[in-house]
């Protein structure tokens, strides 16, 4: 597949469900993808990216930004205390703020530098033991206590469970976002973000599909 692929298809999406394509950003998920095939999505034209790795970030889009202008970057994968600040530096947006030691982090860097990333803050709506995320359970209180320190939360991210209908979650996260006043809606990924479009997301991430297989070290 191909990024204009995935583009018909997010707007074929979007006409079905009654979607306005200028509220749907498609993150393309470069984490492990080689620097050309990165760069041959730049020549596309497109400019909203997402990485797993802060370590993988700081090696890459510093450079990249140094001949492309407009690039937004997503942090998409765990976040540790320690990379915090330059994660901050690197990213427009994190989507992965998943406990309060993180928010405390984030709140206290903010006020230092005097800037924030917009935060999407992840939800384990499986609930599943392996996986980051707050609990559905615990969200409510949560997304107040970001609030109390005035983060700036944009909206809701999840990764529903593989062998379980993504429907399901992607429904639970809407809900969790609708009764707190979040409109960002961090969820589906190659294979359901269409579905995804339709219960309301904001930001589809989607990787192979657009670059090819990842071939891990």
């Given at each position: 597949?191909?990024?204009?692929?995935?583009?018909?298809?997010?707007?074929?999406?979007?006409?079905?469900?009654?979607?306005?394509?200028?509220?749907?950003?498609?993150?393309?998920?470069?984490?492990?993808?080689?620097?050309?095939?990165?760069?041959?999505?730049l020549k596309?034209?497109?400019?909203v990216?997402?990485?797993?790795?802060?370590?993988?970030?700081?090696?890459?889009?510093?450079?990249?930004?140094?001949?492309?202008?407009?690039?937004?970057?997503?942090?998409?994968?765990?976040?540790?205390?320690?990379?915090?600040?330059?994660?901050?530096?690197?990213?427009?947006?994190?989507?992965?703020?998943?406990?309060?030691?993180?928010?405390?982090?984030?709140?206290?860097?903010?006020?230092?530098?005097?800037?924030?990333?917009?935060?999407?803050?992840?939800?384990?709506?499986?609930?599943?033991?392996?996986?980051?995320?707050?609990s559905?359970?615990?969200?409510?209180?949560?997304?107040?206590?970001?609030?109390?320190?005035?983060?700036?939360?944009?909206?809701?991210?999840?990764?529903?469970?593989?062998?379980?209908?993504?429907?399901?979650?992607?429904?639970?996260?809407?809900?969790?976002?609708?009764?707190?006043?979040?409109?960002?809606?961090?969820?589906?990924?190659?294979?359901?973000?269409?579905?995804?479009?339709?219960?309301?997301?904001?930001?589809?991430?989607?990787?192979?599909?657009?670059?090819?297989?990842?071939?891990?070290?």
């Amino acid at each position: 597949m191909s990024l204009s692929e995935i583009k018909q298809r997010l707007s074929k999406a979007c006409a079905t469900y009654g979607r306005n394509e200028s509220d749907v950003t498609l993150i393309a998920v470069s984490k492990v993808q080689p620097n050309e095939r990165v760069e041959e999505v730049l020549k596309e034209g497109h400019r909203v990216f997402g990485e797993n790795k802060v370590q993988e970030a700081a090696g890459k889009w510093p450079m990249f930004r140094e001949t492309y202008d407009g690039i937004e970057l997503h942090l998409i994968g765990p976040l540790q205390s320690n990379k915090a600040r330059q994660a901050m530096e690197l990213a427009q947006s994190i989507h992965t703020v998943d406990r309060p030691k993180i928010a405390i982090t984030i709140a206290r860097l903010a006020q230092e530098m005097g800037q924030c990333p917009e935060l999407f803050i992840q939800v384990n709506t499986g609930e599943e033991p392996q996986k980051a995320g707050i609990s559905p359970a615990e969200a409510d209180a949560f997304i107040k206590e970001c609030r109390d320190m005035d983060l700036p939360v944009r909206g809701l991210m999840c990764i529903p469970p593989v062998e379980e209908e993504a429907s399901l979650h992607f429904a639970l996260l809407r809900k969790i976002a609708e009764r707190n006043g979040l409109t960002g809606l961090s969820m589906g990924m190659s294979d359901d973000f269409e579905k995804a479009i339709s219960f309301g997301a904001t930001h589809v991430r989607v990787g192979s599909a657009i670059f090819g297989a990842r071939h891990y070290e």
